[in-house]
């Protein structure tokens, strides 16, 4: 682990001299030249194949990667985290989502705690739960079977669950209807307590802590809807909770033999193994849940024993790197070219972004180079009629990370073919560009004047030269997105060593909760504010003098 800058490191150094030797470097020349690129530049693990060819490097580029990441520890750093070292340094805490999806014979203790035996029996109940619940034996208060699961949490306790059963949609089971609330903002509840039958609706309320405002409030509103038609008597087969604060639970009202328990050492972010998960598991059975954690798994042996050279979140990792650090690129796009995976983005960006958006090291001191990139995206091809104009032509290089399953999980004709071609067709547009010479020639082809073609070339022309990586999968089943998922929690992993930062904390969420609360006062109470600002009391006092009765 480099205690000096990153700057300072002699890979680093090397990788800089390297980067100006080969600044000129053309993608479209890269593959002239290499007829074997991609056979090179490719390579599968876990049932995912990593295309990374579309990349302004070589293979002196990759092994100088590979030196920078050697250097930073990474190998240590890896076991130090399968093994339960506290490597969240700023709150004390072991890092094991690994753990979480493990098989049980696959030992574990940390301390007192034998953490396999403690997993494993989290996952037993919640396969004897989910079973009563698709079968149709758990019953709300008036005896009938649920048909509606409302999952009630924020951040690391909404985003996994909500991807991975929309993500699994054709898994899903056809009786239960998944609803997501997160945002405090009461359109959100509103919006689902309006659609569901308080008889048949089922709320799982998920909370690491049980004492994030957003969460409890929508979880008390959800409790009052409740309790105008069902009694306090219940609430036990209406709520269920999942979280590491039994004593909240209990003060909530939630019944502990319906609480579901995680461990400090699982973050908000890498949670969607843990009970965290028990949407995705109501919805598409605890089998399937298991083949989810078991693709993951397979990502983890792979990432845990592959050489950096051939380990595919190392290599995506360090092309991040490279792309960040090296060639300048402040964002990285994900184009998911799967419906089902159109909140996919959304859930990279609080893991990448949350992981690794720091700005001091492991040590305290302030970091010399940039961190994480802005991720952002959609869905292929929707993302093509919207933003990859600027992509294509705009003045920042963007990467892109293209993701895209061969087969799906429909039988409409002719939709998987146009999917498929669009994802490889932009890659390649990306890469290659359009110079100003074949622009002349197509325009030539249509007849048009020399002036008017010339008055177009500028408009028309594309640099290419637009790094992408390519994932592909054989279809979207439960391993395959575990994989998926596992994949990018560890390439996070390996920035966040590379970059020397905690990808553990979260101290700028943490403020996000404290904040509002003295403004919150405020709106409620007769008196005008005059502690802030004048932005920011004229705001308190517009909202105060519009909204007063429904505060
Ligand atoms: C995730 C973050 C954050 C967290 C939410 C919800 O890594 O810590 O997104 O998941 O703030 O926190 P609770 O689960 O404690 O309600």
Known sequence: MPSLALSDTASFRALQHHSTQTKDRQLRRLFSQDPTRFSSFSLEAAGLFLDYSKNILDHTTLQLLADLARECGIETQREAMFCGEKINSTEQRAVLHTALRAPRNQALHIGEQNVSADVHAVLDHMNAFTKRVRDGEWKGYTGKAITDIVNIGIGGSDLGPKMVCHALRSYAHPRLTMHFVSNVDGHDMDAVLSTTPPDTTLFIVVSKTFTTLETLLNAQSARAWFLQQGTEDDLAQHFVAVSTNTEAVKTFGIDPANMFPFWDWVGGRYSVWSAVGLAAALSIGFEHFSDFLAGAHAMDEHFRHASLESNMPVLLGLIGVWNR??????SLSIAAYHQDLSKFPAYLQQLEMESNGKRVMREGAAIDIETCPVI???CGTNGQHA?????HQGTDIIPIDFIAALKPSHHLPGHHAALLANCFAQSEAFMRGKTADEVRADLQKTGVSNDA????????????NRPSNTILMDSLTPAALGALIALYEHKTFVQGIVWN???FDQ???????VLARTIQSELIAESRPENHDSSTNGLIARAKAATVLHF
């Open 507 to 513: 101290w700028g969420v943490e403020l996000g909760k």
């Open 501 to 503: 930062v905690n990808s």
């Open 453 to 464: 073609i010339e008055n177009m070339v500028p408009h028309k022309t594309f640099p290419g």
């Open 387 to 391: 933003y990859f104009q600027l992509l």
């Open 325 to 330: 650090n090296f060639l300048g690129c402040s």
């Open 376 to 378: 952002w995206g959609d």
